[in-house]
């Protein structure tokens, strides 16, 4: 089905806006699909306004993720080291919308766990990878919810190092990390070739 429209503009623009003002801060276009890109403030409202309007109906919460952009040398479509990118379907118009917001280091998001269950635990991914904070959803002193309770620093964000750690096996053995290994691989060309060595068998 075609995307809901109010004239030539896709009505979830037309009744955010009448909704939250100049919360919305932009609209982008890119690859037809559509990005709302509002207030942290104005999130919530933008979020059950799109949820409970009975011409949408974006009752389906696919996914939020983060993205670290305090390396980006580019055009942003928000200001803030972090941007959190909320994934929603109205199954009533098989159609799509994305809502974008934007944080710096130390600021929170409000959680919208109690608006859509299944945002508690991709908030709380976020949370452990990125160290982005939702206000109403944890953390919860001295536990990571995906790495270990002892792990320091948040890896996916950009100064992060890379590299590989020691892997302990059954008997308290450690196995190589990553970087102590290179191995290749068959799948770096159509030949089979890794450099000048041949791995495919063939």
């Known amino acids: 089905m075609a995307n809901p429209m109010i004239g030539s503009e896709r009505a979830e623009i037309s009744i955010v806006r009448d909704k939250i003002g100049k919360e919305l801060l932009k609209v982008k276009e890119d690859r037809g699909e559509t990005y709302l890109c509002v207030t942290v403030a104005s999130l919530r409202d933008t979020i059950i306004k799109l949820k409970e309007d009975p011409e949408l109906d974006y009752g389906y919460f696919s996914e939020c993720l ?24 109205s199954l009533k118009h098989f159609s799509r919308i994305f809502v974008k917001v934007a944080v710096d280091d130390g600021q929170s998001i409000p959680t919208l766990k109690d608006i859509f269950m299944g945002a508690e635990y991709p908030e709380r991914e976020i949370q452990d990878l990125f160290g982005v904070q939702f206000e109403g959803n944890g953390p919860i002193a001295g536990l990571r919810f995906m790495l270990p309770d002892d792990w320091v620093g948040y890896p996916l964000r950009k100064e992060y190092p890379l590299g590989g750690e020691d892997v302990v096996f059954d008997k308290g053995t450690l196995g190589p990390a990553v970087e102590d290994i290179s191995m290749p691989h068959a799948g770096e060309s159509f030949e089979g070739n890794t450099g000048s060595e041949n791995v495919s068998g063939r």
């Open 66 to 89: 983060g993205v670290d952009y305090s390396t980006w040398q580019h055009e942003r479509d928000l200001m803030g080291r972090f941007e959190v990118v909320y994934n929603l379907m």
